[in-house]
Structure formats: structure tokens, C-alpha cells
């Protein structure tokens, strides 16, 4: 049971409601069974004992640590403030933190090894998560009654006693337990919640323990960052010690404490101009070297949550190393091993989380930053057309497309596609949405003066998205979210860059809007409806509603006046009606997937699912009745007569316009008639 993480939670949850009954009596008859116990293990520590006794010894103390934990963060669930029941919970506390100070003594150390005593280390993590969450935070007294047992009995007066003793137990087992992925990741997670708490991350800053990590923190000192199977506990570590570290952002901390990295990308980067070839760089560097690097940069990067501390890294790794990581990425293109840091990186680098990439108006980092995410994206999308694209199709690989929808090539399936191609893809697509939306990036200039970062990295990404067939596209997730949510950056943004493309890739894009309009995931559904308000505004703005007799903008399509001048429409106008005129289902296959959505499912963001369906009506005009009478036809002839009924109402007082107001009109109308038909439904 000790391994079955569910049914070891199930027993221990019941535990505090039944020992706080009668407090008094059930920590003493705890404790007595501990106190033997833990008295023959110090004696464990100083002369031999045989090894299935100290086997039995451990599982017994493992199931008495996890004991004590669970009653004392049940003080949480019983909400209970007694002084009494406080002294008790230090009696037990008192006995577990006895017992974390005698087993990494002694003939214990040789013990490492063996599962049972993994076993208890474990539950030493899950006491001191449970004694963190009650008696270490903002809320929690000094002079609660636990402190005062602690301190009567061990000499641990205070929170920074306790957390010095926590440290200590946690760089231990970083030290010692390199090749065990579960205590290195469950040590951490304690670590990151404690630097995590306000109070708790300041009390660690003052000892002297965090200090000396912050300058020897690694692979030297711990081993477990060696690790092949801690790669992604590197990131956390990493992470945070810097969030440590920027608790006090002075630029000279900074230096010293990526010093060590520092040097390793120095290093890295006479390698690369050594190399003559990619291949000559592979046998040079280790591949788990390079690997391991862009995991512990990517926790660092994570940890920069302010302009001043993200300007740090920004200025150590611009533009100075940039070149090196892109060599990089060309060297070991083929290898997700190191692909997937590097890419996982970068889309970090490039995130605008709580603003933290906000530059002087006269700076150009974000452009410059922004050519460095294009540079990535163009290079590993040449590396997959190098490889080869499965299931690829002709123009780019493209899925097969119809004027109704698509039909894939066949889905590929399975981890390995998605490990080898895929994960890749989505890093990719990641990176360049958050490129996009970070608002630090005039993308105009760029057309400007002559620069083709810009479109080459949408054509990259296109490409990538294209060799994907959409089965695949849609099954896999992560993927789907990455690329929904760059469509509606593209949509938002460049809808004209959408609309210029080929016919066959604007229909797959159209075609996979309405797959992502139909998905459970509401953040997929509402990027697709974004995505598509926003292309469906950009026609009926630029070709339909000239053709309506409503312009909206200065001029149609046959240039005749409007507004307040005559100007050319914009780039992808003329391409959008080509593609519409060719597959007019397009948009009316929308508004009818939209329609079907919002009146006949359950849908928790009909508010976004309703913005888009204005703009398709406008744009498809006299087949709107023709998709309303489909509707209406759909349903049990006993409902027909109602919902005919509710959608002569939906154009109410609404114009055709898609002027905010009109919109929200439409939406309001939207609402009240989906109410009034599922409340008679």
C-alpha cells in the first residue's frame, strides 16, 4: 500500500477526524508506539543491525511519519485552534523531527539504497508538506504552542529553525538520491513551495544554507542533475533557486550565480566555431550536456516574473549567445532529446507573462527578440522538410480538402510521431503565438524596411501546421491548443496573411476552425471562434458588405467611393473573395456548426461561441434562410413551430453592421432566443 499513492491517500485522509475525536488519547497512544520505535533506530545508527530487521524497523516508522503528518494537517480540515490540540501536534512534530535528525546519521547513510528506507524518505516529504501547510505561512504565529514543544525538545524555536532543518533534509536528498526520479522530484516540489510563500521564501533568503546554494548549485555538488531521468526536475530546481534569487535583484548576484552556465555556453560556443560541420560538433559535445543546459536556462527564464529581473537574463543572453543555441538546434535538429529543451526554451524567453518584456520605446530588443524566435521556427521547421513529412500530401503536405471540410491522409498516431515531430511542432507554434501576442513587437517595420522575419516565420509554421494531417492535428491536444491559439493571433492580427494564402491551404485553415469550433476543450473552441470573427469580419469589412450596399470601409472591391475617401483594399482581399467564389460552403458550413453549438449543447462560453455569428450572417445573406430552415427542419416536428419562432427575432433592432454595439445587440438577442427555445425544449 506504501506504493499505491490512492490508496495510501484514501487511508491517511480519514485519520485526523478520527484520532482529533479524543486528541489526548490518541496522540499518547501514538506516541508510545514511537517512542520504542524511533529509540531503536538511533540505536541502528551506531551498531549493525541485520537487514531485514532494519527493513521491518523502517516500514514501521514510514507508516507512523505518514501517521503524524496526516493528523497534523488535519488541524485544516477540523478547524480547530485549541492551545492543547497546538501541543500535541508539537509532541508529535517534536518526535518525526527527532527521528529526520538521526536518519541521515550513522550506518543509516549506507541504507540509501534500499527500497524501504526510499520509503521513508518519502514520508519525511509528506510530514513536512503537511507541517509547512499549517504551521509555516503568513498566517501562523511564532509563538504558536508547536513552536514551544519544538523548542523544548529539539531547540527549534522558530519558522527559520524549522525551515533550515527542512533545507537540509532536501539538499540531502538531492545529494544522495540522484538516480531516484521520485524522491528528487517530491524534494523539489517541497523546495518550490516553500520559496513559493511569501514569508517562507524571505526567512530562506536569510540562511546561510540558501546562500551557499545559490553559488555551488551544480551537477558537481548534486549529482542528480546528471541524471538522465531528471531533466525535467533540473527545470524546477533551477527555477527555484532563481525565484530565491530575485527575491533580492541586484544585477552582481545575478552574475555570480549564472556564472557556471555561463561558462558552459562559452565553452559551447568555441565548440561551434571549432566544428566544421554539424556532425564534427556532435562527436565534440555531448548531446545530455547541451540538453541539460536549455533545461536549467528555461528555469531560470520562468523565474524572471519583472521587467528588471527578465532585463538580467535578456542582456547575459543577447545578443552574445543566441548564435551558439541556433547552431545548436541545426547540429542536433533529428534529436528531441535536445530539440524540445531548446524549443521549450525560447517560447519561455519570448512569453510576455505579467509584462515582464516591456522595453524603452526607443529600444528595438522586441523586434530583435522577435527575429530570434523566427530564425528558431524557420530552422527546425527546414529540419523536419529535411527528414521528410509522413502522410504529407502534395503543395506542402496538406490533408486532402474539400470545399465541406477535410479529410486526412491518415492519422499517424501513437507516442512516437508525436515525441519525433509533433512535440516539436507544437514548441513551435507555441513560441510564435507568444512572440505575437506579447505587444512588444511593432510587426510593421518589418514589411517596412524589407525584412522577411515576419513572413518567414509564418510561412514555417504554415508549412509545419500543413505536414500535420488534421486528424492528427486535432487528437493530439497540446498541439491543438498551440495552433488554435495562433490562429487567433494570425486572425487578430494579420488576417490578411491568412487570406492570401493558396486556396487549398485557406480552406484546410477555414476547415480546421470549424473541427476546433466542435471541440470539448473551451479554450480550443473559443481561440476557433476568435479566429473566426475575426477572418469573418476582415471579408465582410473588405469584400461582402460593398456587395451588401453596407460598406464599411473606404472602398469595395470595385473601388467605388465610401466613407471618407477612396483607398485600395488591403492585401488579401481580392485572394479571400477568390477562395469564397471557389468554396462557397465556407462560411455558411460556420454558421450553421455555430448555430447547432449554441442553441442544441450544453456550452460553457456561449458568449465567445456568439461574437463570430453576426459577421456570418451579414456575409452569407440570402442562404441565411436557407440555414435557418435547415435548423428548423432538423429538429421533432413538435419543436419546429417554436424555434422558427425564436429566430425571427435574432435580427431584432440589429443593423447590418458590425459595430460593437450592433454586435452586443446580436449577442443579447442570441441569449435570450437559445433561453427561450431550450427553456419549451
Given at each position: 500500500?506504501?506504493?499505491?499513492?490512492?490508496?495510501?491517500?484514501?487511508?491517511?485522509?480519514?485519520?485526523?477526524?478520527?484520532?482529533?475525536?479524543?486528541?489526548?488519547?490518541?496522540?499518547?497512544?501514538?506516541?508510545?508506539?514511537?517512542?520504542?520505535?524511533?529509540?531503536?533506530?538511533?540505536?541502528?545508527?551506531?551498531?549493525?543491525?541485520?537487514?531485514?530487521?532494519?527493513?521491518?524497523?523502517?516500514?514501521?516508522?514510514?507508516?507512523?511519519?505518514?501517521?503524524?503528518?496526516?493528523?497534523?494537517?488535519?488541524?485544516?480540515?477540523?478547524?480547530?485552534?485549541?492551545?492543547?490540540?497546538?501541543?500535541?501536534?508539537?509532541?508529535?512534530?517534536?518526535?518525526?523531527?527527532?527521528?529526520?535528525?538521526?536518519?541521515?546519521?550513522?550506518?543509516?547513510?549506507?541504507?540509501?539504497?534500499?527500497?524501504?528506507?526510499?520509503?521513508?524518505?518519502?514520508?519525511?516529504?509528506?510530514?513536512?508538506?503537511?507541517?509547512?501547510?499549517?504551521?509555516?505561512?503568513?498566517q501562523v504565529m511564532h509563538s504558536s504552542k508547536v513552536y514551544t514543544r519544538l523548542a523544548e525538545r529539539l531547540g527549534l524555536e522558530d519558522h527559520s529553525a524549522i525551515l533550515s532543518v527542512m533545507l537540509s533534509k532536501i539538499g540531502t536528498n538531492l545529494r544522495v538520491y540522484g538516480a531516484s526520479e521520485e524522491l528528487v522530484h517530491l524534494s523539489l516540489v517541497l523546495f518550490q513551495e516553500l520559496a513559493a510563500g511569501y514569508m517562507s521564501g524571505k526567512l530562506l533568503m536569510k540562511l546561510d544554507a540558501v546562500s551557499q546554494l545559490l553559488v555551488a548549485h551544480t551537477s558537481e555538488h548534486y549529482a542528480f542533475l546528471d541524471a538522465p531521468g531528471n531533466g525535467r526536475n533540473r527545470t524546477t530546481y533551477y527555477a527555484t533557486l532563481a525565484r530565491l534569487l530575485f527575491m533580492e535583484d541586484t544585477p552582481g548576484r545575478f552574475r555570480a550565480f549564472v556564472m557556471p552556465l555561463h561558462q558552459v555556453l562559452l565553452q559551447l560556443g568555441q565548440a561551434v566555431a571549432a566544428a566544421?560541420?554539424?556532425?564534427?560538433?556532435?562527436?565534440?559535445?555531448?548531446?545530455?550536456?547541451?540538453?541539460?543546459?536549455?533545461?536549467?536556462?528555461?528555469?531560470?527564464?520562468?523565474?524572471?516574473?519583472?521587467?528588471?529581473?527578465?532585463?538580467?537574463?535578456?542582456?547575459?543572453?543577447?545578443?552574445?549567445?543566441?548564435?551558439?543555441?541556433?547552431?545548436?538546434?541545426?547540429?542536433?535538429?533529428?534529436?528531441?532529446?535536445?530539440?524540445?529543451?531548446?524549443?521549450?526554451?525560447?517560447?519561455?524567453?519570448?512569453?510576455?507573462?505579467?509584462?515582464?518584456?516591456?522595453?524603452?520605446?526607443?529600444?528595438?530588443?522586441?523586434?530583435l527578440l522577435f527575429r530570434e524566435v523566427s530564425k528558431v521556427v524557420v530552422t527546425y521547421a527546414n529540419s523536419l522538410a529535411l527528414t521528410g513529412l509522413p502522410n504529407a500530401g502534395a503543395s506542402g503536405g496538406a490533408t486532402t480538402t474539400t470545399a465541406g471540410g477535410t479529410a486526412g491522409t491518415g492519422a499517424t498516431g501513437g507516442s512516437a510521431v508525436y515525441d519525433t515531430r509533433y512535440k516539436g511542432i507544437w514548441v513551435c507554434l507555441l513560441a510564435l503565438a507568444r512572440a505575437m501576442s506579447g505587444n512588444y513587437v511593432n510587426f510593421g517595420v518589418f514589411e517596412l524596411y524589407g525584412d522577411p522575419a515576419l513572413k518567414d516565420a509564418f510561412d514555417s509554421a504554415l508549412r509545419m501546421v500543413l505536414s500535420v494531417p488534421l486528424v492528427d492535428l486535432l487528437a493530439f491536444r497540446k498541439l491543438a491548443k498551440a495552433y488554435f491559439a495562433l490562429m487567433e493571433v494570425l486572425a487578430a492580427g494579420h488576417a490578411n496573411v491568412v487570406a492570401a494564402q493558396d486556396t487549398r491551404t485557406f480552406v484546410f485553415l477555414m476547415s480546421s476552425l470549424e473541427m476546433g469550433l466542435k471541440s470539448l476543450d473551451v479554450s480550443v473552441s473559443s481561440s476557433c471562434a476568435s479566429a473566426v470573427d475575426n477572418l469573418a469580419s476582415f471579408f465582410w469589412r473588405h469584400v461582402a458588405s460593398a456587395a451588401a450596399g453596407h460598406p464599411e470601409t473606404s472602398v469595395g472591391l470595385s473601388g467605388g467611393p465610401g466613407g471618407l475617401g477612396s483607398s485600395a483594399p488591403p492585401h488579401g482581399a481580392q485572394q479571400m473573395a477568390q477562395h469564397v467564389a471557389q468554396h462557397p460552403n465556407i462560411f455558411p458550413e460556420l454558421l450553421r456548426t455555430l448555430f447547432e453549438i449554441v442553441l442544441f449543447e450544453e456550452c460553457s462560453n456561449q458568449w465567445s461561441l456568439s461574437r463570430p455569428m453576426l459577421a456570418l450572417v451579414l456575409i452569407n445573406g440570402p442562404m441565411y434562410n436557407d440555414i435557418k430552415a435547415g435548423l428548423i427542419t432538423s429538429q421533432p416536428p413538435e419543436r419546429q413551430a417554436h424555434l422558427a419562432a425564436c429566430l425571427n427575432k435574432l435580427m431584432v433592432d440589429v443593423a447590418p453592421s458590425l459595430d460593437p454595439k450592433n454586435k452586443d445587440r446580436f449577442t443579447q438577442n442570441l441569449t435570450v432566443l437559445r433561453h427561450e427555445y431550450r427553456a419549451k425544449a
Open positions: 500500500m506504501l506504493d499505491t499513492e490512492d490508496a495510501l491517500a484514501e487511508q491517511l485522509d480519514a485519520l485526523p477526524y478520527l484520532m482529533r475525536y479524543q486528541y489526548d488519547r490518541s496522540a499518547q497512544y501514538l506516541t508510545s508506539i514511537m517512542d520504542p520505535t524511533i529509540e531503536y533506530f538511533k540505536q541502528a545508527s551506531q551498531q549493525p543491525f541485520p537487514g531485514p530487521q532494519l527493513s521491518l524497523m523502517e516500514g514501521q516508522l514510514t507508516w507512523l511519519v505518514y501517521i503524524a503528518g496526516a493528523v497534523i494537517k488535519g488541524r485544516l480540515a477540523t478547524s480547530t485552534n485549541a492551545d492543547s490540540q497546538e501541543t500535541l501536534d508539537g509532541d508529535l512534530a517534536s518526535r518525526v523531527f527527532a527521528l529526520l535528525r538521526v536518519a541521515d546519521e550513522g550506518l543509516h547513510t549506507s541504507r540509501y539504497g534500499e527500497r524501504s528506507r526510499q520509503r521513508l524518505d518519502v514520508a519525511f516529504l509528506h510530514f513536512l508538506q503537511c507541517f509547512r501547510k499549517v504551521y509555516i505561512g503568513e566544421p560541420t554539424a556532425a564534427a560538433l556532435r562527436q565534440t559535445v555531448p548531446v545530455a550536456r547541451v540538453a541539460g543546459l536549455f533545461r536549467d536556462l528555461r528555469g531560470i527564464a520562468s523565474a524572471t516574473a519583472t521587467r528588471r529581473t527578465y532585463g538580467f537574463m535578456f542582456e547575459w543572453l543577447y545578443p552574445q549567445h543566441m548564435p551558439t543555441m541556433l547552431k545548436c538546434l541545426e547540429a542536433w535538429a533529428d534529436m528531441p532529446a535536445l530539440t524540445t529543451p531548446l524549443l521549450k526554451f525560447m517560447a519561455e524567453f519570448c512569453f510576455n507573462k505579467s509584462q515582464r518584456l516591456t522595453f524603452d520605446s526607443s529600444s528595438p530588443n522586441g523586434i
